[in-house]
């Protein structure tokens, strides 16, 4: 099996980088313990302070050339241009991270908040989502402006504080920008992170990595049910357990549809020509003639399946009895989806509410939002960051996809028809699968030196050159 870093090259380029000196930076960002919570009375904001002071601190060009701006406890650098006939970019990421589960502290190499620098890595929560694109972006910026490059098109750096929860400190951010009239010729996000066989794809031996366009839409639909409880010998008219239960099984029994969404077309266009596999390969001779056709092989494949629908996840359910012999009283569950492109939070709701069919049964959205908008994949944005990222990954197919996730990104749909999403950290796909917001979170050190090169070489190309 093929290592991520046999897909690296370029990694001479910007010998002058410091790389000890960011990886010590990194390191330090890490043992910030920035989680947020959705509670903001359990959030230890001086922790917040700590991460921005770092920032000052560590980058001076970058504070020297720039303005750094609050917006609440997120973080917006402008670097003006020269030219302001050119449409501003923005680079963005966001500060907190997850906590650790509890009771799996020991479980972990190096701790968790340790930024322990060990075995080829650094670790420690924030390495993969996502200090290192925080942290990356700054090292590419400090390079550049403290060799004396000027920059013509004015960049954004934006720092969310709360992507994790409530995607606050992105939509501030994104209102102060809209009042004071920017518009952006596009917006860089995190995503993707990683390189893997398309074999899924109908192209197995073809290494590709994904610029997603969008992103779904992200519900969470809370269903309760209130009775008076009693004695388990009495369960006439069934307990509230057993209504939630038959609603939360109703919903999953009416999954939706597979539907391609417009990124994913743009997917399999992409990759036609390295199509292998029947019955993809003749499939995608005509791709927007076959989607539906498409759309159905998709919902066979538990990779591909989240593409092409809205999923349903039950995800919390509380207030059971603490007995085995008392009937619950006031019962609630939590039921995840993730819109596909075309579908609504209305619809969803009126979908959930004609199959569960049972008044007892309340809804209710503890958060919602429909899908993003689709980002251009022929625009100024997608063309500099595919050129930045290939002489750093020459043998890489970088196709247009989509995230089945959600991200600060979303926000700036107002400013831009260009919000991307893609990291330049690349990883094991193993790596990503299990330490995104897993145990033993950890980016190999020459991932997050070739990430800064990619970074550097797009605010040259976006920025810095005519």
Not at 1 to 19: Q, T
Not at 28 to 52: G, M
Not at 57 to 80: C, D, N, W
Not at 220 to 243: F, K, N, Q, W
């Amino acid at each position: 099996m093929s290592s991520v870093f046999d897909h690296f090259s370029g990694e001479s380029l910007y010998p002058d980088l410091n790389a000890e000196l960011a990886v010590c930076r990194l390191s330090e960002a890490i043992r910030c313990r920035t989680v947020n919570h959705a509670d903001h009375s359990l959030t230890d904001f001086s922790e917040f302070d700590r991460l921005q002071d770092l920032m000052r601190k560590s980058y001076p060009a970058v504070m020297r050339y720039g303005q750094f701006e609050l917006i609440g406890h997120a973080v917006l650098i402008t670097l003006p241009g020269s030219d302001p006939s050119l449409l501003p970019c923005l680079y963005m990421s966001h500060q907190d991270v997850v906590p650790v589960v509890r009771g799996t502290e020991r479980d972990w190499c190096h701790g968790a908040f340790s930024g322990e620098v060990a075995d080829g890595y650094i670790w420690g929560r924030g390495t993969l989502d996502i200090k290192e694109m925080v942290f990356g972006i700054l090292e590419a910026a400090e390079y550049l402006l403290s060799r004396g490059s000027v920059f013509r098109r004015t960049a954004y750096l934006a720092f969310g504080d709360d992507e994790e929860t409530l995607n606050l400190g992105a939509l501030a951010i994104a209102e102060t920008l809209e009042r004071r009239g920017v518009r952006l010729e596009f917006v860089l996000d995190e995503g993707g992170g990683k390189i893997e066989d398309a074999a899924p794809f109908g192209a197995p031996g073809v290494s590709i990595s994904m610029i997603d366009l969008m992103e779904k839409g992200y519900a969470d639909l809370e269903l309760s049910v209130e009775s008076e409880g009693g004695h388990s010998s009495r369960p006439y008219g069934g307990s509230s357990l057993e209504h939630l239960a038959r609603a939360i099984s109703a919903v999953c029994d009416h999954p939706f549809p597979a539907r391609m969404p417009e990124p994913l077309i743009s997917c399999f266009e992409a990759l036609a020509p390295y199509v292998t596999d029947e019955p993809l390969r003749s499939l995608v001779s005509d791709v927007r003639g076959n989607t539906q056709a498409i759309a159905e092989y998709c919902m066979r494949s538990d990779l591909l399946f989240p593409f092409v629908t809205t999923t349903i996840a039950p995800t919390m359910i509380e207030g059971g009895s603490a007995a085995c012999n008392v009937l619950p009283q006031n019962m609630r569950a939590v039921i995840n989806f993730r819109l596909n492109q075309g579908d609504t939070v209305d619809q969803i709701m009126a979908h959930c509410r004609s199959v569960i069919c049972d008044d007892r049964v309340k809804l209710r959205y503890l958060q919602a939002n429909d899908p993003s908008a689709v980002a251009r994949s022929n625009g100024y944005g997608y063309r500099k960051l595919t050129e930045a990222l290939s002489p750093f990954y020459p043998n890489v197919v970088f196709v247009p996809s989509l995230t089945v996730g959600a991200t600060d990104a979303h926000q700036y749909e107002r400013l831009s028809d260009s919000c991307l999403r893609c990291s330049p950290f690349m990883a094991e796909a193993e790596e990503v699968r299990t330490g995104v917001h897993g145990t033993n979170e950890r980016l190999s050190i020459r991932s997050y030196l070739q990430g800064i090169r990619v970074l550097i070489r797009l605010m040259e190309l976006a920025n810095a050159e005519p």
